[in-house]
């Protein structure tokens, strides 16, 4: 099971960490990523990170404003962000991909999500 946090109203060029914690018998994922989707739109990759590893990968257009981390110890991921502009605002959902084989970043791969956390960014 999976559960976000840290969702809110924020004004642009504001921050949130957004906070997924993970539960389960065993949860040995391979891949662990953010997707965002707003109103009317596809539910779209912003970042994902290999749970055991260090890389990481994100979305062009949220490069160097936000940052995915996880902590393994608390099955804990996070997505701090930080700029925040009104394109952000949508529902953010994460999700996790056991397979190491196919591509991190196509949300059909994923086959564990939450329930998402609304982001609200005011202009």
């Known amino acids: 099971q999976l559960v976000e946090s840290g969702g809110g109203l924020v004004q642009a060029g504001g921050s949130l960490r957004l906070s997924c914690a993970a539960s389960?018998?065993?949860?040995?994922?391979?891949?662990m990523a953010w997707f965002r989707q707003a109103p009317g739109k596809e539910r779209e990759f912003v970042a994902a990170?290999?749970?055991?590893?260090?890389?990481?990968y994100y979305k062009d257009s949220v490069k160097g404003r936000f940052t995915i981390s996880r902590d393994n110890a608390k099955n804990t991921l996070y997505l701090h962000m930080i700029s925040l502009k009104p394109e952000d605002a949508a529902v953010y959902y994460c999700?996790?991909?056991?397979?190491?084989?196919?591509?991190?970043?196509?949300?059909?791969?994923?086959?564990?999500w939450g329930q998402g956390t609304q982001v609200n960014v005011s202009s």
């Open positions: 389960g018998r065993t949860f040995s994922p391979y891949y």
């Open positions: 990170i290999v749970w055991s590893g260090t890389s990481t």
């Open positions: 999700a996790a991909k056991v397979q190491a084989y196919g591509g991190y970043s196509f949300r059909d791969n994923y086959g564990y």
